[in-house]
């Protein structure tokens, strides 16, 4: 008995083998180039029914054919304001469109994705000012819209101070959440953030700004939202059941004198300098996704980090009276002094537990995959090097995958890792991608059992198509065989 039991669990870990081995193949199927004035590729969404790609940008949204690629339609949306995100459910496009006054209410349309005309009975809805993001609950009953609600005029910065403070706008909307109840056809809520509980650390609050989401995630049970809110590093949590926020949460710092956190912070010096240094990240994260493992709902968040928008935020450490290596190196003169410096992002991904704990995060791994595939930025080391921008996660042979959007690299680039365990994160690939430039949505999905990813490319105005496999390796299944076959013969042996 004892001989069996060691011989299955031989047979088991040649299992675990056998999972870890697997390897995928990764295959271009096609890239489109966008048209059309003032048209910039952004935001993609997959539709299911129509198995198309609907494609924001700007002035409108382009329809392309997913098996092929082929434009099927432009809708134009540039009379209603700038397109800034679309998400499809059950046949249903929903776009985010921000005034043409951007300090005034957005409104968010309804499409139908068959037709590709206005979808039947109320489809237009007023919500927040600059509607950045939309998307819908995992049951397609709710639409949930990111009001950023950025001012026209960022507050005068006092420079007699330091760490450095900035007064009020003349005119800054509130950041907001709209709930938009698809069965009914109307505005459930407005959820804001003003009063919201605060837990966790580094919450940014002293830039003259309120909370302003940038990117929602739902959890898969639909009894959650979680909010990016990018320039106060944190995160709110938003109770879908009573459609209000109970919770902010700050996201902390990254220590890149830390193993494994080094950076390159030169943008004067050769290719991929890493190194430790005594400097502190903001994760400020853009994009977010939510997954389950082991029955609990972790975060996953794309950590760009993003300064005020007029950039009086950011300067060069030497203008606090830094010198060395570090002397050209942006970083928030809102958090910083000469001996403590801070600066926007953390140059990698991360995941989090539910209530907004770290649990993972990349490391370096980004920046110096990036340079060891020689599309490293240099000029972009004193700033935020590769800038993780959007994240989408997918299922491959049983495996949850997270595809990670770098938006500063030479040549598109997404980052593959296996996130099935928390835990035991594992990079898999870097796929880069000829003809493409700065990477600032994506989208994977399924077709006839077969997935993809679709990124859409702000800098090259393309949107390209990659189809993703699994493939054990024939060395596991042949171990995992052999292993099967020893217990077979040890149960014969005692019989």
């Known amino acids: ?83 800034n995100s679309v998400s499809i459910s059950n046949g249903m496009a929903a776009f985010a469109i921000e005034n043409t006054t951007r300090t005034n209410a957005g409104i968010v349309q309804l499409y139908n994705t068959s037709s590709r005309s206005l979808a039947s009975g109320t489809n237009t809805f007023t919500v927040g000012a600059l509607p950045d993001m939309v998307t819908f609950t995992p049951d397609g009953t709710k639409i949930l819209v990111a009001n950023e609600g950025t001012p026209s005029v960022y507050g005068a910065q006092i420079r007699n101070t330091t760490p450095r403070n900035f007064g009020a706008s003349p005119n800054d909307p509130v950041g907001s959440v709209t709930v938009i109840d698809v069965v009914g056809r109307t505005v459930a809520a407005t959820a804001t953030l003003s009063g919201v509980p605060t837990s966790g650390s580094h919450i940014r609050t002293n830039t003259g700004m309120d909370f302003e989401p940038e990117y929602i995630a739902v959890s898969a049970d639909g009894s959650k939202a979680y909010v990016t809110l990018q320039e106060a590093n944190a995160i709110g949590i938003l109770d879908l059941n009573t459609n209000s926020f109970t919770q902010v949460v700050g996201l902390g710092v990254k220590d890149f004198s830390a193993p494994g956190n080094s950076i390159d912070p030169r943008d004067r010096n050769p290719v991929g300098q890493f190194g430790s240094y ?31 928008e007029d950039d009086l935020d950011k300067d060069r450490a030497s203008t606090l009276g830094v010198t060395g290596d570090l002397s050209r190196l942006q970083v928030s003169l809102t958090d910083s002094t000469a001996s403590d410096l801070y600066v926007a992002g953390a140059r990698s991904f991360s995941i989090r537990d539910a209530n907004g704990a770290l649990v993972y995060d990349s490391g370096d791994i980004l920046d110096k995959e990036a340079a060891l595939r020689g599309i490293y930025d240099d000029g972009r080391s004193d700033d935020k090097g590769v800038e993780p921008e959007g994240v989408d996660l997918f299922t491959l042979g049983g495996r949850t995958i997270a595809a990670v959007g770098l938006e500063r690299t030479l040549k598109g680039a997404i980052a593959l890792f296996d996130i099935t365990d928390p835990t035991k994160v594992s990079f898999i690939d870097m796929i880069v991608s000829d003809g493409d430039l700065a990477p600032e949505g994506l989208v994977a999905f399924e077709i006839g059992g077969k997935s993809y990813l679709a990124f859409a490319n702000e800098g090259s105005n393309t949107t390209s198509l990659f189809s993703i496999s699994a493939v054990p390796e024939p060395g596991s299944a042949a171990m995992l065989g052999l292993g099967l076959v020893a217990i077979v013969a040890m149960r014969r042996r005692q019989q």
């Open 278 to 308: 005594d400097v502190k990240g903001l994760y400020m994260p853009d994009g977010i996704a939510t997954y389950s493992a082991g029955g609990q709902t972790y975060l996953v968040m794309a950590n760009e980090g993003d300064y005020r």
């Open 1 to 83: 008995m004892k001989k069996l039991t060691i011989m299955l669990a031989l047979a088991l870990g040649t299992i675990s083998s056998a999972q870890a081995a697997t390897t995928y193949n990764i295959s271009k199927e096609w890239t489109f180039t966008h048209s059309g004035s003032g048209y910039l590729a952004e935001i993609p969404a997959f539709d299911a029914v129509t198995n198309t790609l609907w494609v924001a940008g700007v002035k409108g949204v382009d329809v392309l054919d997913a098996t092929t690629g082929s434009f099927l339609q432009h809708i134009d949306t540039s009379a209603y304001g700038s397109i």
